[in-house]
């Protein structure tokens, strides 16, 4: 099962929930996790169930990057406010490098993400699986 994340800076928030919703059906059956205040705002718009972490600035960033450093994220979707400082700049600058680091798939804006999501209904994230099933146990 694919884990993806949901991350949206303020201004972006409504931006991402629409595209969840205009997405939703490819987000059925997947493992979804975001930050705190972005997943209740998607889940109260769709059916989707999502484990919420906190708020970005409190540490939501840092807690998705942990599941992308142990392999354990596909794909990220963050819709980033290019225009607005944000206080937390370092933990979303670390967050994106784990992603290149890692090789995951991430998504700033909105059009990736629709490139990205599309591929993702087309079946074309099958490497990502084949990636989990040769994942060295922890311990």
């Not at 990220?76 to 090789?103: K, N, S, W, Y």
Request: charged share 25%.
């Amino acid at each position: 099962m694919l884990n993806i994340a949901f991350i949206a800076h303020d201004r972006k928030k409504e931006d991402i929930v629409n595209f969840v919703i205009a997405y939703e059906h490819v987000f059925r059956g997947k493992k979804l996790y975001s930050t705190g205040t972005t997943g209740m705002r998607i889940m109260e718009a769709t059916d989707l169930q999502i484990h919420r972490f906190l708020s970005g600035p409190l540490g939501g960033d840092q807690q998705i990057g942990a599941l992308i450093a142990q392999n354990e994220m596909d794909l990220v979707l963050f819709f980033r406010d290019p225009l607005m400082a944000q206080p937390h700049e370092p933990d979303i600058t670390a967050l994106l490098r784990l992603c290149d680091v890692h090789g995951i798939p991430v998504a700033t804006n909105l059009a990736t993400a629709e490139i990205l999501v599309r591929a993702l209904d087309r079946g074309d994230f099958g490497w990502r699986e084949l990636v989990e099933s040769n994942k060295p146990g922890l311990g």
